[in-house]
């Protein structure tokens, strides 16, 4: 079943959304906090001004700026085809799948305009320091959840039904 129309316009308005949402957030954060300072929101949460030179969890920082963007670039393209081929009727793939498009762009905007990616959320206890993120890698993680959720408990529950509806 190919995308409709509808499914098509929502998935792009996605993507928009999270794509701005995204730089929004980052913009006000440069704006107003010096890089490095912290504003404790919560006894475990603050907002961090950081740069991240690799990808998450700053991994494969040695790519250098073209290699990372070039490497965000194929991710997003195979993204991509696995969004163009999957059916119309995987609604909420469709939209992990957007979300994921969003903060990949959010992240690969930053990468190429910047050498780096802007960080702010941190999560923290006085025993353990989770790094610091941004709204971009949360879509991302976010649709990587919404997407296991379908294929695994929502579709998977359908197949099982479908099958031991045919006595298989």
């Known amino acids: ?3 409709t129309r509808g499914l098509m316009l929502f998935n792009l308005l996605t993507v928009v959304v999270a794509v701005v949402l995204d730089q929004v957030i980052k913009a006000v954060v440069v704006a107003t906090m010096p890089l490095g300072s912290a504003i404790e929101i919560l006894p ?3 907002l961090f001004h950081a740069r991240n030179t690799g990808i998450a969890f700053s991994m494969f920082a040695g790519l250098g700026d073209v290699g990372l963007s070039l490497l965000a670039a194929v991710v997003l393209v ?3 085809f696995m969004w163009w081929k999957t059916p119309a009727d ?3 793939t469709h939209f992990g799948l957007a979300v994921i498009v969003g903060g990949a762009i959010g992240n690969l905007i930053d990468r190429t305009r910047l050498g780096y990616v802007i960080d702010y959320v941190y999560f923290h206890t006085p025993a353990f320091d989770f790094a610091v ?5 949360a879509f991302i993680t976010v649709g990587a959840a919404i997407i296991l959720l379908d294929e ?3 579709a998977g529950a359908g197949r099982k039904r479908e099958s031991e509806g045919r006595g298989d």
């Open 1 to 3: 079943m190919m995308m």
């Open 44 to 46: 475990f949460l603050a």
């Open 78 to 80: 195979v993204v991509l």
């Open 90 to 92: 995987r609604r909420l």
């Open 133 to 137: 993120f941004n709204l971009a890698d």
């Open 152 to 154: 695994f408990v929502l």
